[in-house]
């Protein structure tokens, strides 16, 4: 239980951040985003490992460090916090002007660009957070958060910045995003997630081992949006 409540802790203010700041209209709304996940990997990565995002969790399971049995219960808690964390952004912040969508080629760039970062987020959560050669290290955090900021100012306008199925849930729920848009999302984000873990397995043989229950492990942070 402590775990999936860590989990719920930090996507709830991983979404709370990213609603109030984008609805407040904050020119520094992706530094505040890449911030506050950078934060609560390091207040809940020695818990949970600090997922705060499913294709995350699907990348952690493919991966090998994951049980099936909490794969689920770990996805849940981090949507109930997501969904706590924009009504609470809602009650603070207000609704925001109109809700981002796209359609057409466009719609093909968001899936495309979706794919892409959220591929990249997986990827380095997986080698800095996971990875036996980097045991213990301090830079973790800092690393994941600053692959979710650079995603956003890259592709917030293209796809609205999501990397998460959590958050695309969260944002949807707040009116940031269109609930037309949610399969795109969905989609792109848990293939992105399963493909980062697929090729981490391919780039680091001796570095896998096969899944474990999670209480026999020790907890590793392996944070996301």
Not at 2 to 28: D, H, N
Not at 55 to 60: D, K, P, Q, S, Y
Not at 77 to 91: K, N, S
Request: aromatic share 8%.
């Amino acid at each position: 239980m402590r775990k999936y409540l860590t989990e719920l802790i930090g996507t709830f203010f991983l979404v709370f951040t990213i609603c109030a700041a984008v609805v407040s209209g904050s020119v520094l709304a992706p530094l505040a985003i890449g911030g506050v996940l950078a934060a609560m990997i390091f207040a809940g990565g020695h818990i949970s490992g600090a997922h705060y995002n499913p294709a995350v969790t699907v990348a952690v399971w493919v991966r090998g460090r994951l049980a099936t049995r909490e794969l689920l219960p770990y996805m849940a808690a981090q949507v109930i916090g997501a969904i706590a964390g924009a009504a609470t952004a809602r009650v603070v912040a207000g609704a925001p002007s109109e809700a981002f969508s796209a359609s057409g080629s466009k719609l093909g760039s968001a899936l495309v660009a979706e794919l892409a970062v959220t591929f990249a987020l997986a990827f380095v959560v997986l080698n800095v957070a996971t990875s036996k050669s980097h045991p213990n290290n301090s830079f973790y955090g800092i690393a994941i958060g600053f692959t979710v900021l650079a995603g956003a100012v890259a592709v917030g306008g293209v796809s609205g910045g999501v990397f998460n199925p959590a958050v695309a849930v969260g944002v949807s729920a707040a009116g940031l995003i269109s609930w037309s848009m949610l399969w795109v999302y969905l989609v792109a984000n848990f293939v992105a997630g399963a493909l980062a873990g697929a090729v981490f397995r391919v780039l680091n043989p001796g570095d896998v081992e096969a899944p474990a229950p999670v209480e026999s492990q020790p907890a590793e942070a392996t944070g996301t949006a």
